[in-house]
């Protein structure tokens, strides 16, 4: 049997699986997306991302037609009906089909809703053992007052321009400043620093409330990790004894390289190691079960 994917309360094959070249999600990016994953039959943190993507769509005023609640079992059928122990999830809501023109009015069917769950593609190996060597975009990131970080929209062409710069300098990821020089997050991580045992990672109100920075920080205040969000500018980036990324397919992943000057002694740190074993305990039992 096929995959299966969930779209508008049906389950439908793979190939099948199809939106309307009508709906504003294509036609404007006008639409919100969670990224999840499941480890041994547990969804890590569904609640926080459901919670998002609800928040994601009041923001842009998009009525999700299916409360929290049904969506949510709606995600545990989808990977039931699949039978994945191991998954990503890709939760979409778009604005919907409606007639050509931005206003979302135009969109009058509603919203549409679809479950992609495949198998995870992990990051390689070598990425967690030697570290990422990244750059610094040239692409700055939105103008907050343009478009708030927070919304976890299906425009990403912001991100996919720093992506492209990455690209440019053979790296696989790629800081995003603001317009004020301050680092914002990667294109698809947060990222964190470690100075004198301490961990800082930006201000949730210039990039992604990350839903693996938040468990990284809950993991360090158990530990009794001193940290906390801050203005970082790159020279201290620079200048870090430790520099890591977080996001729900990366995990934690070190980053022993930035903009060709090496961060610390060059090895994915102590602190960052650590972190990852305890985020991986977390993701044994921290989960709703399917
Ligand atoms: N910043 C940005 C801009 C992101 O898109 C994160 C930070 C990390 O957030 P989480 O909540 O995942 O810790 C993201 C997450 C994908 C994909 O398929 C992208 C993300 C997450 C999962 C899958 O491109 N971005």
Not at 198 to 224: C, D, H, M, W, Y
């Amino acid at each position: 049997m096929g995959l299966k994917v969930y779209l508008n309360g049906k389950f439908v094959d793979r190939d099948k699986a199809k939106i309307s070249v009508f709906d504003h999600g294509l036609l404007y990016g006008d639409g919100v997306f969670e990224g999840i994953r499941s480890y041994s039959r547990l969804v890590f943190k569904l609640r926080e991302h459901m919670d998002r993507l609800y928040s994601s769509a009041a923001a842009i005023k998009l009525k999700v037609h299916m409360s929290k609640a049904a969506l949510t079992q709606a995600v545990l059928d989808t990977l039931n009906k699949n039978d994945l122990d191991n998954a990503y999830i890709r939760l979409v809501v778009t604005r919907g089909p409606g007639d050509l023109g931005l206003d979302p009015r135009k969109c009058r069917r509603g919203g549409r809703v679809f479950i992609i769950t495949d198998k995870i593609a992990l990051y390689p190996k070598k990425y967690y053992e030697k570290g990422l060597h990244i750059v610094t975009a040239k692409t700055r990131k939105n103008y907050v007052g343009a478009i708030d970080p927070n919304i976890k929209s299906l425009n990403y062409l912001n991100n996919i321009l720093a992506k492209l710069d990455g690209i440019k300098k053979k790296a696989p990821e790629a800081i995003m400043l603001t317009d004020n020089n301050y680092v914002a997050e990667c294109t698809g991580d947060n990222i964190f620093i470690v100075k004198r045992g301490a961990l800082f990672t930006p201000p949730r109100n210039i990039s992604l409330k990350g839903i693996t920075q938040q468990a990284v920080i809950e993991i360090a205040r158990r530990k009794k990790i001193k940290g906390r969000e801050k203005n970082i500018r790159m020279g201290k980036v620079y200048d870090a004894d430790e520099c890591f990324l977080t996001g729900t397919a990366a995990e934690i992943v070190p980053v022993t390289k930035v903009d060709g000057r090496i961060i610390g002694n060059g090895k994915p740190g102590r602190m960052t190691c650590e972190l990852h074993t305890a985020f991986h305990k977390l993701t044994k039992t921290d989960g709703v079960r399917y």
